[in-house]
């Protein structure tokens, strides 16, 4: 089993290879034997930044000395997300030092833990917390025990590598902006990560959701992705394209009477869109938290003046890092919980589970 | 004297002749020889909507029998705002009655009181509030007393003529978004009526300002505009121009750097260049209430995402007639007296009074 399936598959064919060869070519120490495990470990690693097809490599890393404060984790999976890559780049404000390791989610296993350590224990299932800032591609990581949260081991693996970023940011994005049972709120890029984990739990919630995605060039193709956003809540699915305004059907209508949240991750022409299906004088917001479509955001003063609508944003590195009601371990521990309960639940059906090997 | 005259001098030339020569034609009654005043009145009225200076015209128009509840006021002056014409043009988002009366703000004495009344007596100065919608264009008002706001007789007619828009909205701007003592707020359309307002209310408390004007053709112009404005308390003028961001000297970069609020009533390139001015990952906020270059504002996603600026809007009617916490004759009783008093203590210098006559 090639435990960095994610990373492979998701780089650029030239560097997955280099990274597939790598890692199969290296036999992974059992958690049994990892007690006296090595100082070093494998990891994708970039030594300048750029493109990450270009720069990402398979090299062996330093590990710390274990401190009693310290858990040593075995990798199981690790994801790729897009702002994983911008990092690489450069391009995402989150400081990463260079050279540096890969990566900023996925799930491990405790393989050994220090006398001091609070909470995880050897053969905990843990995920990487905003804390950790080390990179989680590679095979072990040594950190300090509070840089971890223990998730339990009845969530698919795949789901729990997942977990961090995008089901915590819908839960967020429906939490913290008053969207209430009965209500609608409007998303798009429906088919995101944070799309249909936001479809799933609204539905949990008796919220309604518009659900406003591209259509494919195949036709056939277009119903297919639209039937499978119904099949994850969407009440209705809109079209998103340039241009005027759809014609509503009656049911869109009677939806967006009652919508006073909208969830923007593309920009452009598709939040004039949400603008629009927005209640006037209503106390409505738009809440960006992507730009998809690099194309920035076009706002008529009269949505300000005369509809009352407020435009923020919401990143869940500032929730983690800076909101002082919520950032305590007890305020992310809750909404693990939550969305573990979930997926336990089958109500929330983790995206990356459906790229399972 | 003409009374009307900020009617007459605003309007077009046309226009302004018909309403000249309607106005001097009659003789106003005087207060006193008013007890048994007549059930019509002279106004301004529009029988169509389209553009002032062409459905606008001096006519009678009949007056309510007064009731116990009602006041008579002889108006004494009453202003030109843009969004009176672009009511009478039907391009502003209020419900006004067509055929009626223009107008929205002024100042008058009471020269009739019924019985029921309760603050407003015989001889009072008062101004109407936007429970009053029939028109102050005219001369005689007959409505209920409720619909007027006593104001002392020591502020200036004129001032007291366009007191409940303007200098009510910079109030509020200042007061409602938590710009406090020390901090500096970012403003464009600086020598607008709102923005003289805001720029001295400021300096009252100690709120430095950084004040964004378009250049004038002439050099010499734009030298006595933006001294105009200093004069009037702006900390920085920045001369508000399409393109990129001007050179911040040191001044300007140490006030911008506490720079949490920007007020917009330009919208398109200006508001770009306060969106730049505004601290990132300090909450900060700008605060449209105007579009004057009847261009939307366009806002990168990352200055959502990544900056936490929030965008929301101000309307002075909203907050009186929607907010519940203020909307009590009493928060606007208070709003009003604290701008009469800063006009009585020379702090504030309405801007109408530069066009007393």
Redesign the interface.
Known sequence: RARMAFVARALSRGASRRLASSSTSTTAPTPSSSRRASSVTEAATYATRGPAHEVLEMTTVPLPPMGPGDVRVRMLAAPVNPSDVNIIEGKY?LPRAVPGVGGNEGVGEVVAAGAACVGARVGDRVVPNRSYVDGTWRRDIVSACENFDVIDRDVPVHAAATLTVNPCTALRLLEDYDAREGETVVINAATSGVGRALLQIARTRGIRTIAMCRPREDARETEEVFESLRADGADVVLPDVEGKILRLDARTRELASRARVAYNAV?GYSAQTMLRLLQP?AGSRM?????MSKQ????????????????????LT?WLE?DATHNSSRGRRAMLDEICALIRSGALVVDAARFRD
């Open positions: 404000p920009g004088n809440v960006t938290y992507g730009g920035p955001l076009l706002v008529p003063t009269g949505a300000f003046i005369f509809k009352d609508i407020t435009l923020s944003g919401f990143w500032r800076h």
